[in-house]
């Protein structure tokens, strides 16, 4: 038997956008930083370390 969850309270679902939110900054910093890696490498023609490449 499974149990309704109660409704989320607008405090809630707050913290559930800013997570969101958060998270897609986050993603979009990690990708940054990945290019900038990219770019720097192939300016200073250095390899860049297949772990980084992920």
């Known amino acids: ?14 913290l559930q956008q800013a997570q969101e939110q958060m998270f897609a900054f986050e993603r979009r910093e990690s990708e940054f930083r990945k290019q900038e890696r990219e770019e720097r490498a192939a300016q200073l ?8 490449l992920h």
């Open 1 to 14: 038997m499974r149990h309704a969850q109660p409704p989320m309270t607008k405090y809630e679902q707050f």
């Open 45 to 52: 023609h250095l390899p860049i370390p297949p772990d980084e």
